[in-house]
């Protein structure tokens, strides 16, 4: 069963640095939305992209960016790591662009001290 | 602005007993309505969804029903057993625009105990 995956699974980064995230979606999905979760809340929508292109984007800064590559995975990027950048990344994957079913990779844990 | 109220924070019950979370979501346009298990240390997993166009989806212990109306939600577990304890997050689709944004509610602890 491939389900979404992730690398790495933990990081741990200091202030000003940057980071590079990585999602491979299910076999077949086309679209991959990253998320991030913060310690007892919700996850939170960072970007959606769909066919190599972005298709969506949360109220995060300009230092977050990501690219989605021909084979449909895709990478988020987090420029000049702030503390607060603390948090569980998601990367959901689904078939399509609009309404459709999200699922979940395990995440990528970063701390940022 | 877009937003997901869900409620309560924290759930316990006794093994056997029911259980049930309520949401409610602001942004009309919402059509989708899916909820998430997530044990600790684990992925979010989808446990069941609904979309706007039904009033109440049920899959063995577990029911969702919709009031779009209301612009409410609510996840129903029966006959709870101790492995149902987790976080459950509810979520509704965001604002039309051709893409598949969720947004989230703060999450309900749930624990059942024996």
């Known amino acids: 069963d491939a389900g979404v995956t992730q690398s790495p699974t933990h990081l741990i980064k200091t202030r000003g640095q940057h980071v590079t995230l990585r999602c491979s979606p299910i076999?077949?999905?086309?679209?991959v939305s990253w998320y991030q979760q913060v310690l007892g809340q919700g996850p939170q929508f960072i970007f959606q992209?769909?066919?190599?292109?972005?298709?969506g984007r949360g109220n995060f800064p300009d230092r977050f960016s990501a690219r989605q590559f021909p084979n449909y995975s895709s990478e988020l990027n987090v420029n000049a790591l702030l503390l607060g950048d603390s948090a569980l990344y998601l990367c959901a994957s689904s078939l399509g662009q609009s309404g459709e079913t999200q699922y979940f990779g395990p995440g990528t844990r970063l701390l940022v001290l | 602005g877009e937003n997901v109220e869900q409620h309560p924070s924290t759930l316990s019950v006794q093994e056997g007993d029911s259980a049930v979370i309520k949401c409610t979501y602001s942004?009309?346009?919402?059509?989708?309505f899916p909820w998430y298990k997530q044990e600790l240390g684990k992925r979010p997993q989808l446990i069941i969804d609904?979309?706007?166009?039904?009033g109440e989806k049920k899959d063995q212990r577990i029911a969702v029903t919709l009031n779009k109306t209301a612009k409410h939600f609510s996840l129903h577990i029966t006959e709870t057993q101790p492995e149902d304890s987790a976080v459950y997050f509810c979520a509704a689709s965001g604002r039309s625009g051709g893409y598949n944004k969720l947004i989230f509610g703060a999450g309900t602890r749930l624990a059942v105990h024996p």
């Open positions: 942004d009309s346009a919402s059509n989708y």
């Open positions: 609904i979309r706007s166009n039904v």
């Open positions: 076999s077949g999905h086309k679209s």
């Open positions: 992209y769909y066919e190599k292109e972005e298709r």
